[in-house]
């Protein structure tokens, strides 16, 4: 299990709710309850990892606080 902030809303436009990874550029998930998306974005977080990795890519360090987001 991961420790990288998750950013959790409601898309008016998609009618879902969305999963972000601010550490994590582009990784995101969507889900028809807050459950699923968290359930979704936990494997997109390894996926994104796994790819990185396999590319020769830096895989961030959680920074294990609140981001600041503007």
Not at 12 to 29: K, S, T
Not at 44 to 66: C, H, N, S, Y
Request: aromatic share 10%.
């Amino acid at each position: 299990m991961y420790k990288y902030e998750i950013i959790l809303y409601w898309s008016n436009g998609d009618q879902v709710f969305i999963a972000e990874v601010p550490e994590l550029p582009g990784c995101m998930a969507h889900g028809d309850s807050q459950e699923t998306a968290l359930q979704n974005i936990n494997d997109a977080m390894q996926f994104w990892i796994d790819t990185a990795r396999e590319l020769g890519r830096p895989v961030p360090e959680p920074k294990g606080e609140r981001l600041m987001l503007a």
